[in-house]
């Protein structure tokens, strides 16, 4: 049902729009969208005159170079362990064993490319290598807290998740180990 729904509102949206903009998107198909200018939308909150916080979708500078006029499925964000009310982008969950072994599953590794773009690019900007990540996730977030480095943000383009081999199998480099 729920992919019913994203069909007809992707359809409706791109049809109506023309192209995918971000500042009209409605916040809940926000977070892990691209526009049609290939730039990444973001969620943000911003408080009202009233006390309230709202809700908005803004396109942020950080462009994505293999893809376009993107509407990230529900499956995708489940699979991956993200939330779709994320209000912007953080390379923190890369710091947690439960999110590193979703990301690094076959269902989001290898399905979801937007995600895995994102957050490949999230962690060369921790100074690490996503596939290496997977593969010893243990003493490759060690390396990164110890390094002391914050990175400034996603640096989406300087190298695709496509680098890395993805096949229909389980790569090994990118399986989830224990923790």
Not at 43 to 55: A, I, M, Q
Not at 146 to 169: K, M
Request: hydrophobic share 40%; proline share 6%.
């Amino acid at each position: 049902m729920a992919l019913i729904i994203f069909l007809a509102m992707s359809v409706l949206l791109h049809g109506a729009l023309g192209e995918l903009v971000c500042e009209q998107l409605p916040v809940e198909l926000c977070s892990y969208s691209i526009a049609s200018s290939g730039k990444r939308c973001l969620l943000e909150n911003f408080p009202t005159k009233d006390g309230d916080v709202k809700y908005q979708c803004k396109t942020s500078e950080v462009v994505v170079d293999i893809m376009q006029e993107w509407i990230e499925s529900d499956e995708c964000v489940s699979s991956c362990g993200l939330d779709r009310n994320t209000v912007g982008i953080s390379s923190d969950a890369l710091l947690q064993a439960q999110f590193l072994a979703k990301l690094c599953s076959n269902d989001c590794y290898q399905a979801c490319p937007n995600i895995v773009d994102l957050y490949f690019n999230l962690a060369l900007g921790e100074g690490v290598y996503l596939p290496d990540l997977c593969a010893n996730p243990r003493r490759s977030l060690s390396a990164t807290r110890s390094s002391g480095y914050a990175a400034p943000g996603p640096l989406s383009g300087l190298v695709s998740p496509a680098a890395a081999p993805i096949t229909g199998d389980v790569d090994p480099a990118c399986a989830p180990s224990a923790i």
